[in-house]
């Protein structure tokens, strides 16, 4: 599986806080059916002033120290980017970075105020080329309120990823039920960890893979935890969504065999 969402560089926000602990998350990724990793730091203007050329610089160090460790983990530069007026032209840039120099870019919004120019920073992004992955919208606490901005971001070219963890209920119910009401549906493109350390909010996708395909197929979860992940890596144009699985809850218990696949050399 690729995660495409994790705070596993050490020290440059609130994720690992050391290269021991990214390390120990490495090993539990691994360990879960995880083989590639995007690196995405915070870039919160003010708070994390994290930048292309030092995210990269980390994640070569990090990717030595886990070839001299023997852990089977390959990284990808990127950055859990927060909303700013000026995003269009640090992208352009370079001096904040997509996923894998690929259009793809992780986009935050502000967990508790809805900003009031989003959807037009969003539709400037989009025409600029970029296409930004909104982050975890189930766990914003304005998506009651305002589901229907969620609606048109997406309508207007905006993928979404939800974190695993919301998937199983880890961040409460009301983020569960937006997880769910997402992928039933067929809003979903990706399912990312989020991790941000070895003990609290650990990596790890397996669990949540097998939540979800119990409500959209394992072959629509597969495609949000390998396919479309690696088409984004790859700059790839990603297919749409089928739209087929929405709310059949499709998989049958004695289906999720095929689901092994994904966690081969892992502990699932
Ligand atoms: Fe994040």
């Known amino acids: 599986m690729i995660d495409l969402h994790s705070h596993i560089l050490p020290g440059l926000d609130d994720g690992s806080p050391s290269l021991a602990e990214s390390l120990q998350m490495a090993r539990q990724a691994v360990a879960d059916g995880t083989t590639e ?3 995405t ?12 050329a030092n995210i990269a610089r980390a994640v070569q ?32 840039e370079g001096s904040v970075p997509t996923l894998n120099s690929s259009r793809y870019f992780l986009f935050e919004p502000p967990h508790h105020v809805l900003p009031p120019r989003l959807e037009e920073l ?5 025409n600029s080329g970029f296409v930004p992955i909104l982050t975890h919208p189930e766990r914003l606490t304005w998506i009651k309120a305002n589901y229907d901005v969620v609606e048109r ?35 979903v493109d990706i399912i990312a960890s989020d991790t941000h350390g070895a003990r609290r909010r650990r990596p790890g996708l397996s669990q949540a893979v097998v939540a979800a395909a119990k409500r959209c197929g394992e072959d629509e979860v597969y495609n949000m935890v390998v396919k479309r992940p690696n088409d984004i890596l790859a700059n790839r144009p990603l297919e ?18 095929g689901l092994g696949r994904l966690f081969k050399g892992g502990s699932v």
């Open 122 to 126: 969003a539709a400037r992004l989009i």
């Open 153 to 187: 971001l997406n309508a207007a070219g905006c993928l979404i990823q939800i974190t695993a963890d919301s998937v199983i209920g880890a961040f409460g119910r009301s983020a569960l039920y937006y997880s769910e009401k997402l992928i039933d549906e067929g809003r």
């Open 41 to 52: 730091p915070h870039i919160t203007p003010g708070i994390y002033e994290n930048a292309t």
């Open 240 to 257: 749409p969504i089928g739209k087929a699985h929405a709310k059949t809850g499709a998989a049958k218990a004695g289906r999720f065999a």
């Open 61 to 92: 160090a990090l990717e030595q120290e886990l070839r001299g460790a023997g852990i089977p983990l390959v990284l990808h530069v990127g950055a859990d980017v927060h909303v700013a007026p000026d995003l269009p032209e640090r992208l352009a």
């Open 37 to 39: 990793m995007a690196c």
